[in-house]
């Protein structure tokens, strides 16, 4: 299997957005549950979001009412729209299934939420 590939991150004031992609092979992507996770300095890697092959979602509480989930299955790429940050949200940010297979964590995109 190839790994996702993670895109999108970067340095954002809080009450900012950002837009993380998620690009994965056909073979890995086809109508499988999906999620995002992430995982900050000295914390364990954590469910942020997940969806389904049919795009039923479900979200970690701290996030809810401010992240959304999707997907396009004809572009096999997954999306985190984060709006609201806060500075908790800091953080890399992976994806890979729900759940997540221990050979398809890639390298992470990193989100750091500063003023």
């Known amino acids: 299997q190839v790994q996702p590939v993670e895109s999108g991150g970067g340095l954002v004031q809080p009450g900012g957005s950002l837009r993380l992609s998620c690009a994965a092979s056909r073979s890995l992507f086809n109508f499988t549950p999906m999620a995002w996770y992430r995982q900050a300095p000295g914390q364990q890697r954590e469910l942020v979001a997940g969806i389904t092959g049919g795009g039923s979602t479900n979200y970690a509480d701290s996030v809810k009412g401010r992240f959304a989930i999707s997907r396009d299955n004809a572009k096999n790429t997954v999306y985190l729209q984060m709006n609201s940050l806060k500075p908790e949200d800091t953080a890399v940010y992976f994806c890979?299934?729900?759940?997540?297979?221990?050979?398809?964590w890639g390298q992470g995109t990193q989100v750091t939420v500063s003023s």
């Open positions: 890979n299934r729900s759940p997540p297979d221990r050979r398809l």
